[in-house]
């Protein structure tokens, strides 16, 4: 079996009065992402695992923030650029492991709806998809709550 594995990692601020997206879903809260996009840090980072492992660099190469076309763009469509791309080379997604760090709001309630979100846009079933929350125990910026840090595994598959 032909599998390739790759990390992401990406971070965006927080910051009052904007949307907070993550894996796919909006999550109810006073502050949100800064971001060009619609900062779902998540989805960036998942990108950033599935082009590591192509060996294809990041989302930002493939999207740069200085391009109006990806100005408050959904990142669900980047990933599906991301997947599509890889599907071209003759990868599919095995699975996939995400963890955010963000000291507030709890998202244990939307684990389960961001799971199946990003499986339906990878195109494989919510058992190929892991996201975890946690804290930093109120340390560093994620703790202070000045933004969010997410890490993501990819493994792909050979499917030819």
Not at 45 to 50: G, R, T, V
Request: glycine share 12%.
């Amino acid at each position: 079996m032909d599998i390739r594995i790759g990390n992401g990692y990406d971070v965006h601020a927080l910051a009052p009065g904007l949307p907070m997206y993550l894996g796919g879903v909006q999550i109810p809260s006073e502050i949100g992402f800064v971001a060009h996009s619609d900062g779902d840090v998540a989805i960036h980072a998942l990108c950033d695992a599935i082009l590591g492992a192509l060996a294809l660099g990041d989302i930002g190469h493939l999207f740069p923030d200085s391009d109006p076309a990806y100005k408050g763009i959904d990142s669900k469509i980047l990933l599906g650029k991301v997947v599509a791309l890889a599907s071209k080379k003759g990868w599919k997604l095995g699975n996939a492991d995400i963890t955010i760090a963000l000291q507030a709001p709890k998202l244990a309630p939307h684990i389960g709806l961001m799971r199946s979100t990003l499986a339906s846009v990878i195109g494989c079933s919510p058992d190929r998809v892991s996201v975890k929350a946690t804290t930093t125990e109120r340390l560093g910026f994620v703790g202070r709550g000045e933004g969010c840090e997410v890490w993501a595994t990819a493994v792909l598959v050979k499917t030819e």
